[in-house]
């Protein structure tokens, strides 16, 4: 057995993801550019005391993008931790 397959203390394998992490943070960027889309097209979402709530999805944005280039750069590889 290698490291992937070793049984847990509850002697649970977890499956193995077929899913990168870089992947997963290119789909939370495009869900929070739909986000910002659809509360800047509807108005109702950005007046009076939600007027905040454009800045949800723009930090998002920013933080995501922060994380999909740190991950690019190879950074945040788990299987090397």
């Known amino acids: 057995m290698d490291e992937r397959t070793t049984p847990t203390a509850t002697g649970i394998v977890p499956p193995e993801v077929p899913l990168r992490t870089v992947t997963l943070a290119k789909v939370g960027l ?27 999805p723009v930090a998002g944005l ?19 931790a």
């Open 30 to 56: 495009v869900a929070w550019a739909v986000a910002l889309l659809v509360i800047l097209v509807v108005p109702t979402l950005r007046t009076g005391e939600r007027s905040w709530w454009v800045w949800v």
């Open 62 to 80: 920013v933080l995501g993008a922060a994380g999909y280039v740190y991950l690019r750069r190879g950074r945040g590889n788990a299987a090397m």
